[in-house]
Each structure stands twice: as C-alpha cells, then as structure tokens.
C-alpha cells in the first residue's frame, strides 16, 4: 500500500532563513507527487507538483521540490522565507493510473520575525 | 463551475441529527474526493469516487457515514445521528480521473456537532 510520511510536523523559523520540509512517501508503482498550501483560515492550494521530466520543480513564490527516487523522497525546500510563508504544507502521492491522491499529516511552517 | 463549491460553509447542528454536505466539482472532473480534517490535525481521506467504477469507501470512519455522487457529477456526503467528535472541516475536492492531474479543493464545511 502507498503512504506519505512527513517528518515534522512542526517547523519553527526566523525570517530570511532557509527552510526544508519533508516528504518521504512508499509506493511500489511510479507516483505523481504534489505539495498543498493551506495558509490560516483558508482552503487548500497547490504549491507545486512533479509529474515527469526534470527532478527539481519550482513554484511561483520561490519554493521549489525535488524528486529523489532512489530515496522517494520529494522535499521542499525556500532559501529565504517570508512571514507570509506561515501555513500548513501537504505532500500528497498518486500512483499512476487512476489511484486517488494520498496526502501526509501536513507540516506546520511558522516563520517568525 | 471555475472552482469546486461546498454548501453549507457552516453548520451547526445537535447530536444525534442528521446532516448533509454537499459538493459541485469542477465541470468534467470525473474523480471526487471527501477528506475531513479535524482542528489541528491532518487530512484524513473519506471516500473516493472514481468515474463508473466503484467508490473507494476505505476510509469512512463508521456506517454513520455515507456518500453517493448522483450522475457522476455533484456529491452530497451524509453524517447520521452525529456525534460530538465528527466536528470537523469537510473538504471536497475534484480532480480528472488520470493520476498525473491536480486536485482542487473547495472551502469545506465547518460542522460543529453541539
């Protein structure tokens, strides 16, 4: 069976400083891999996802993923958060095919000044 | 719709009543899921409903949940006799059916079990 562990489930940071949260997950077939966003009292958002071609995967807002096979791992990484950065992230998994998505417990970034 | 939309935004209700959420997908998105996400905690998968074939119910926390999703395209998940503890976020989100597509979520509703 397929499953998403995120180490830490919470991640304290001072602003500027660079972050890492992450994601391993298990599957015995090739997967599809997602990072959500949910920030304080909203929904949830795609950050960025990996389906095929180059392993390193970049959002608009500078955060940017990489898939690691050999490890299946699919970390996400910002060299410089913001404030604005505080919510709670997801790594979700789907299997190829037509398997639904499989989401971690969420990883809680608080970014303080 | 653009978006996937949750009705009610809220709901409060009193143990041991009945209760129904519904859910319009994004228009053609074929794949449907119900997620519940408790204060504090993670999201935690319900029932998926996968085009003609037969929805994946593995995660329904008791038979006083159901799900149906009538012509393939809005979704209404019912709570019966609800307890203090299904007080949560319900979350609804569509997708197409192949699996290197996104999910998107609509706003959920927050039920509050009194």
């Known amino acids: 069976a397929q499953s998403v562990t995120q180490l830490d489930s919470q991640v304290p940071v001072f602003e500027e400083a660079p972050v890492e949260l992450r994601c391993n997950y298990s599957?015995?077939?090739?997967?599809?891999l997602f990072w959500y966003v949910q920030y304080p009292n909203q929904g949830l958002q795609l950050l960025l996802k990996?389906?095929?071609?180059?392993?390193l995967v970049e959002s608009i807002n500078g955060f940017e993923a990489e898939f690691n096979k050999s490890q299946t791992s699919f970390h996400l990484r910002k060299p410089s958060v913001h404030i604005s950065d505080t919510a709670e992230y997801f790594c979700a998994v789907r299997p190829g095919g037509y398997n639904k998505l499989i989401f971690g417990a969420g990883t809680r970034l608080a970014v303080h000044p | 719709g653009a978006g996937v939309s949750q009705s009610p935004s809220n709901k409060v209700t009193e143990k041991g009543k009945d209760v129904e959420l519904r859910c319009d997908p994004i228009s053609g998105h074929t794949a449907l899921y119900w997620y519940r996400q408790s204060l504090g905690q993670g999201l935690e998968f319900l029932i998926y409903?996968?085009?003609?074939?037969?929805?994946?119910k593995s995660g329904l926390p008791s038979d006083r949940f159901s799900a149906e999703r009538t012509g393939g395209s809005v979704s209404t998940l019912t709570i019966q006799r609800t307890q203090q503890e299904d007080s949560a976020v319900y979350l609804c989100?569509?997708?197409?059916?192949?699996?290197?597509?996104?999910?998107?979520f609509g706003q959920g509703t927050r039920l509050t079990v009194v």
């Open positions: 989100a569509s997708s197409q059916l192949q699996a290197n597509t996104e999910a998107f």
């Open positions: 409903f996968q085009g003609n074939s037969a929805p994946d």
């Open positions: 599957s015995s077939v090739s997967v599809y």
């Open positions: 990996y389906l095929s071609g180059s392993t």
